[in-house]
C-alpha cells in the first residue's frame, strides 16, 4: 500500500521484484506466463528451510487476493505457480490527493 497506493498482484509481484531482488539482492526474480497463469521463479543460495518464509509469504498475500497458487520448493529455488490471474483485482486503493481531507494550516 506504501509503495503503489493499491493492493493487486501487480503491486505484490512488483514489490517481491523490486525490494528482494533488486533492492536487498536476497534471490533472483523471473517470471513467466500468460492471461490465465503466472509462474514466478525465486533463485536463492539460502538452502529449503531458510526460504520458506517468502513462500508462505508470497502464498498468503495470493489468498488476501483470492488467488490460488502451488508452490515447489527445492535447495536453490521457489517456483509459485498463480492460477485465475485473468480475476484478479484490486482489494484496496488508497484514496486520491484530491479526496483527501484538508487540514489547517
Known amino acids: 500500500m506504501y509503495y503503489f497506493h493499491k493492493f493487486d498482484l501487480e503491486s505484490v509481484l512488483k514489490i517481491f521484484k ?3 531482488a533488486e ?13 490465465e497463469s503466472r509462474t514466478i521463479v525465486l533463485r536463492h543460495g539460502m538452502g529449503r528451510s531458510a526460504f520458506a518464509y517468502y513462500g508462505v509469504s508470497l502464498q ?9 497458487m502451488e ?3 527445492s535447495d536453490d529455488q521457489l517456483i509459485c505457480k498463480i492460477l485465475g490471474t485473468n480475476l484478479a483485482k484490486v482489494v484496496v486503493q488508497t484514496r486520491s490527493t484530491n479526496d483527501q481531507p484538508r487540514t489547517r494550516g
Open 60 to 68: 498468503a498475500l495470493c489468498n488476501r487476493l483470492g488467488l490460488k
Open 71 to 73: 508452490l515447489e520448493e
Open 23 to 35: 533492492y536487498s539482492n536476497v534471490y533472483i526474480y523471473s517470471e513467466f506466463g500468460d492471461d
Open 18 to 20: 523490486v525490494i528482494g
